[in-house]
């Protein structure tokens, strides 16, 4: 049995992969590996805090995966790693690079993190769409192996990556360990006739959440203004929501709550929790909402929901970006009498643990 694994990723800011790395990363340290994280830069990390005091963490100090091959070669020349997790699918076109380059004797093992079809799709950098990603296309087959977070990313990567079947597993995300510890905590929370929808996501075109804010306004009229709406993010269409929030006169019932390291307070506070995005890996804002016991509704994107959500049990899917459906099943979700313990019991296939092991199954077994 291996006894070391290597972690490569951008970054340790807030977000959903950098969490998943966290959670893995200390369980393997409590199962008895040598853990080591190497970041390009650490830059706003508040996830570093979140790790084992024993892991060891590198940074490159570098700001690009494309301007990072010279850090990386002089990162891994005399490394004895062995078996190497990549957060990121321009990392892992890097660290073949580089694996050449040192003719050094290591396993590259990808973890993907969006469905990488779809990204390229909706792509608007020229370098990443007609570069990177046909660069990708060209070498990801080469990785030694995939994890994918979903069976629809797996087969995108089969059909449209040429990736052997034989290279891709399928595990999904883990629950983190502190949602996991929040959600059994048994607040008792005052509710009254107000209902709280929460999204949480950075604010980008890939969250699709002008499509929540249109479903909201048509849903507020029709239900004596007793909803609310929690956005718990920041992004770079900030200022392009607050204007459509302010031009619809939803300033008393939409609210930005900016980026929050503890997001474990609005899960517990919220009625119900939404997903609008274009599309996805394996939304962690689900299971996490799950995990709490709070339904979810979601737009039916490639890939993850349809995969985590059972319709009338946990939530409910929605037409890809069918507004009209999607105001109707918030409606729906929110005069449903959900039972919290079934939802939160059907989460726990997610838990860290389980996970963490499914993992070490694969990287034991080359």
Not at 83 to 110: E, G, P, S, T
Not at 187 to 199: A, H, Q, S, T, Y
Not at 233 to 241: A, F, M, N, V, W
Request: one cysteine or more.
């Amino acid at each position: 049995m291996i006894k070391r694994i290597d972690f490569l990723i951008n970054s340790l800011r807030g977000g959903g992969a950098e969490r998943v790395l966290v959670t893995l990363a200390n369980k393997f340290i409590e199962k008895g590996y040598k853990v080591t994280v190497t970041v390009l830069n650490l830059d706003n990390a508040i996830f570093a805090d979140d790790l084992d005091h024993r892991i060891e963490l590198k940074s490159l100090n570098t700001k690009h995966a494309r301007r990072s091959l010279i850090a990386l070669i002089n990162n891994y020349k005399y490394s004895n790693i062995n078996r190497l997790l990549v957060f990121n699918h321009q990392l892992v076109i890097l660290m073949l690079l580089v694996r050449k380059i040192l003719r050094r004797d290591f396993y590259i093992i990808a973890r993907n993190i969006n469905n990488l079809s779809n990204k390229r799709d909706k792509e608007k950098s020229l370098w990443h769409k007609y570069i990177v990603f046909n660069i990708i296309k060209l070498f990801y087959k080469k990785v030694d192996y995939v994890i994918c977070q979903s069976q629809g990313m797996a087969e995108d990567l089969q059909t449209n990556f040429n990736v052997p079947k034989k290279k891709i597993s399928v595990i999904n995300n883990p629950v983190s360990t502190k949602i996991k510890i929040r959600s059994n905590e048994g607040k008792d929370i005052i509710k009254n006739d107000n209902k709280k929808i929460l999204f949480i996501g950075k604010l980008t075109e890939q969250k699709g959440i002008f499509y929540l804010l249109e479903a909201f306004n048509q849903l507020i009229k029709g239900l004596d203004n007793k909803v609310y709406l929690n956005i718990v993010g920041e992004g770079p269409l900030r200022s392009q929501i607050e204007e459509y929030i302010s031009a619809n006169n939803l300033t008393g019932h939409v609210f930005l709550k900016g980026f929050a390291d503890d997001v474990e307070q609005y899960y517990s506070n919220s009625d119900l929790v939404v997903l609008t995005s274009l599309y996805e890996g394996f939304p962690n804002v689900l299971i996490e909402s799950l995990t709490f016991g709070i339904p979810v509704v979601s737009f039916d994107c490639p890939s993850g929901p349809k995969e985590i959500i059972q319709n009338g049990v946990n939530g409910y899917l929605v037409e890809h970006l069918n507004v009209n459906k999607l105001v109707y099943y918030i409606k729906k979700a929110l005069k449903e009498k959900w039972d919290k313990e079934i939802i939160k019991i059907g989460a726990n296939k997610y838990s860290a643990d389980s996970i963490a092991t499914e993992y070490l199954t694969v990287l034991n077994n080359f």
